[in-house]
């Protein structure tokens, strides 16, 4: 699983027939403190998020589809899970 911010959504005329359904987002993968760590990257969402938002994601195709409820023949890697309350750190 993957930290991450929401900083753009994907807006498309025409995309993959397997995206048809989805919102797809670009998340910004973040450490424990909100502050950028990687390069950002483009998830399904699964929870409605929306910019600014941090989340969670799936970064495996297997547990993303499982999330979607898709069929194993479905092409999709990232997905926002969960959207995040808050972080603590000991």
Known sequence: MTLGKVVGNVVSTMKFPDYNAYKILVIQPVDAFGQASGKSFLAVDAVQAGMGDTV?????????????GAPEDRTVRAVACGIVDAVTTT
């Open 56 to 68: 969670i994601v799936i970064d495996e195709g297997g547990s993303g589809r499982a999330i979607l």
